[in-house]
């Protein structure tokens, strides 16, 4: 009965990285690579948000966007997409995902990956308090990040949900913050937009399949 009872109790690990992947590119897939590693999770989810609540709008469409996340989640057997936030006709936020992700994995430890310039605004997003009640956020950063540069609500976030150790905080359902040094490549969404539009070289910041799945529909141009 014991044996049983510690099977059941163990956390499945899974990782979710969300954007408008507006195109995904190289940046997005290595970060997602080496943040997975580090985290030792079993999967992670690419999240494309449909409409998201701090921007106005997108280039491609959301069914462009899908089929490009798609086709590097092909080429990847630790990667997954999740188009949930695609399917909806309103603002994507977060906590409704993360609420859904839940239900549908109660036994699983969520991490969710975001960079430092969203990280920032964490307190402004909707309803931050039950996204970490669902989930830990791991906040990738340059090396030599300096924290001293954050405001004064985030550094009242960390204060009360930082948590320094990595097996230190999976001991934890959810609830952590945890920073990651992340190596990866410094590459822009909006700059492979701007050379596609200019018919510059993208410097190798896409995957041939991405690439190709641009040129054939004709996307990102006048």
Not at 162 to 190: C, M, P, R
Request: glycine share 4%; charged share 20%.
């Amino acid at each position: 009965m014991n044996s049983a009872k510690r099977v059941s109790e163990i956390k499945k690990n899974i990782a979710i990285m969300g954007g408008t992947f507006d195109p995904i590119h190289n940046g997005h897939i290595e970060t997602a690579k080496e943040t997975a590693a580090w985290l030792n999770v079993e999967q992670l989810f690419f999240l494309p948000a449909h409409l998201p609540p701090h921007k106005n709008t997108t280039t491609a469409s959301a069914k462009h966007r899908t089929a490009m996340v798609n086709l590097v989640c092909q080429q990847q057997p630790l990667f997954q997409l999740d188009n949930r936030e695609l399917k909806r006709h309103s603002a994507s936020y977060t906590v409704t995902s993360l609420r859904e992700i839940k239900q549908e994995q109660p036994n699983s430890r969520i991490f969710f990956i975001i960079g430092m310039d969203s990280f920032l605004n964490f307190t402004l997003w909707h309803q931050w308090q039950t996204i970490l009640s669902l989930c830990h956020i791991v906040v990738n950063i340059r090396p030599g990040y300096q924290l001293n540069q954050i405001n004064t609500a985030t550094q009242e976030l960390l204060k009360n949900h930082q948590i320094d150790d990595l097996a230190e905080i999976k001991q934890q359902d959810a609830g952590g913050i945890i920073f990651h040094q992340n190596q990866s490549l410094n590459i822009s969404s909006s700059e492979i937009r701007q050379q596609l539009l200019s018919n510059k070289k993208h410097n190798n910041h896409l995957t041939e399949c991405v690439h190709h799945y641009i040129i054939e529909k004709k996307l990102y141009q006048k």
